[in-house]
């Protein structure tokens, strides 16, 4: 008699949770330094809407019907969030490539 073995899924192990974890760690080092706490709930927040505003485009590709209107409120959403992290003093140091979070401010913009 065979015992039966339960699998447990590893709560983050999802490539949704592994791609927010990589968008939140990108996000930080651009910023430079430690985020504080406000910065830090607003960097994941923005994570979850840019894997969210993703699945949105997976979807389209799939030929799932999507809301047009949703995906441009959540990429505004994105995009303000974006630009709150930004340096307040509208001087930034000069980077020869570009970081991921001007990646994605130039993606919401359709630069890219």
Sequence with gaps: MQSERVVYRRPRA????????????????DLGREPTT???ALI????GLVV?????????LRGE???????MKISGA????????????GRRDASPVP???DSIIAEKRGAV
């Design 44 to 47: 994941e927040q923005v994570a």
């Design 65 to 71: 019907p999507v809301s047009a209107a949703e995906m």
């Design 99 to 101: 970081s991921m979070l």
């Design 14 to 29: 999802t490539r949704a949770a592994r791609r927010q974890r990589d968008l939140v760690d990108g996000l930080i080092c």
């Design 78 to 89: 994105v995009t303000r969030c974006l630009n709150s992290l930004r340096p307040k003093s």
């Design 52 to 60: 969210t505003r993703e699945a949105m485009q997976q979807a389209v």
């Design 38 to 40: 406000a910065e830090r």
